[in-house]
């Protein structure tokens, strides 16, 4: 059999899926790790800011002091917005 270069192969991407896949999906199972991630929203920081937050415990202590200093809204005011 020849070989190909990288050139000579058709493209696909990363996310075509070939017919003879077939998810048998009568076996799944619960994600067991789901109840802990239940309340929790992952967000990504840029590489400077993950310097100075190195851990959870830190970003979350600098929000709630932000939060702390911004006046708080009123019920009609969160209604209106």
């Known amino acids: 059999m020849k070989r190909t270069s990288v050139s000579e192969t058709p493209t696909a991407t990363l996310h075509d ?7 048998d999906y009568a076996k799944a199972r619960p994600n067991r790790f789901a109840a802990r991630q239940k ?13 100075v937050f190195t851990n959870s415990e830190a970003v979350n202590k600098a929000l709630r002091a932000i939060l702390s200093a911004m006046p708080r809204a009123t019920a009609r005011e969160a209604a209106l917005a």
Do not use: H, T
């Not at 899926?17 to 998810?23: G, K, S, V």
């Open 39 to 51: 309340d929790r929203l992952v967000v990504l920081l840029d590489p400077d800011i993950s310097q």
């Open 17 to 23: 899926m070939q017919p003879e896949y077939n998810f």
